[in-house]
């Protein structure tokens, strides 16, 4: 019984002396700041030190943190990439410092897997099918959609992106008309879909727009009212991500459906870093975190479950 009780002391002792260094993209949507609030929640839980630094969604930005947290001698690294490309480099030096990296919510593109030790994300091209395919029956196969785009060259976007092309490729009337980048932001959401609109006929050609996140489609839906169309009847709604915002849209009958994106990638995280250091439990490449779609029918529901924690 001691030594289990040891190990068990241990192990606690061990949670309470890591220090980890989080290089956050930045708060450009609802879903990224409950991201951060929930990674705090959830470091305080294990009694593990998290020093977050925000990037303001700038790749140079997290670098720079990145090479703090080195210099700083940080016990392991999270880093929610902004964009999938030009980490190599930083990542060898956080592992010629046998600093582990956990990489949260998106990943990267490299030729060498052992830069980090897993990545904690949902399915993003199943999350873009999903998107798809909802809108594929909903619409009998027959659709002219608007595209809003996430981050160019980040993971979610590309994926996101190929998930509902592939989903709609077996429907011969199913087309996206124009496709744009609004950066994950209700204000570039917005002013895209605006720019759509105009292009369209004021709207009147587009019959539903897919916004690889809930805050540019809350923007969108605002440009759709403004155009004095009826968002989720005139213009259908598909997006991901699953904040309160859009459950209270769809319960107001302005948006049709979401896909859920849990913001708790830290829990996830922070334990395959706590067994890592402590018996040296090497995690599987992806710990994957689950997405499902949700329709009006439990808006209400959802978004009272939800709101407290955004
Ligand atoms: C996806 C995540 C995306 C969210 C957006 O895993 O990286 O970033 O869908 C956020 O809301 O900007």
Not at 216 to 227: P, R, S, T
Request: net charge negative; glycine share 8%.
């Amino acid at each position: 019984a001691a030594t289990a009780l040891s190990a068990v002391a241990l192990s606690a002792a061990h949670a309470e002396d890591l220090t980890i260094g989080f290089s956050q993209i930045g708060s450009e949507s609802g879903w990224r700041a409950a991201e951060t609030k929930v990674s705090k929640i959830e470091a305080d839980k294990r009694g593990i030190d998290l020093k977050i630094a925000d990037a303001q969604q700038k790749q140079e930005n997290q670098i720079k943190a990145i090479r703090s947290f080195i210099a700083q001698g940080v016990d392991a690294i999270f880093l929610a990439p902004v964009v999938a490309t030009g980490w190599d480099a930083v990542l060898a030096e956080a592992k010629e410092a046998e600093i582990p990296v956990v990489l949260l919510d998106r990943t990267i593109d490299t030729p060498d897997e052992s830069l980090y030790l897993t990545a904690v994300t949902s399915d993003t091209v199943y999350e873009g099918k999903v998107a798809g395919e909802w809108l594929a029956e909903k619409t009998a196969g027959k659709c002219a959609i608007v595209e809003l785009q996430g981050t160019v060259g980040s993971s979610p976007a590309i994926n996101r992106k190929k998930g509902f092309d592939e989903a709609i490729a077996v429907h011969a009337e199913m087309k996206i008309i124009r496709t744009q980048s609004g950066d994950f932001t209700r204000a570039k959401g917005k002013e895209v879909m605006e720019s759509f609109l105009k292009a369209e006929n004021g709207g009147k050609n587009i019959c539903a727009v897919y916004a690889h996140n809930d805050d540019m489609m809350i923007g969108a839906i605002q440009a759709i009212k403004e155009a004095g169309l009826k968002p989720g009847s005139d213009i259908l709604t598909i997006s991901i991500d699953a904040v309160p915002d859009i459950f209270k849209a769809m319960a107001d009958g302005e948006a049709n459906a979401t896909v859920e994106l849990t913001p708790n990638m830290a829990g996830p995280a922070l334990d395959a870093i706590i067994a890592y250091k402590k018996d040296g439990t090497v995690p599987p490449k992806w710990i994957q975190t689950e997405s499902r779609l949700y329709l009006p029918d439990t808006a209400a529901a959802e978004y009272d479950a939800r709101k407290d924690l955004y």
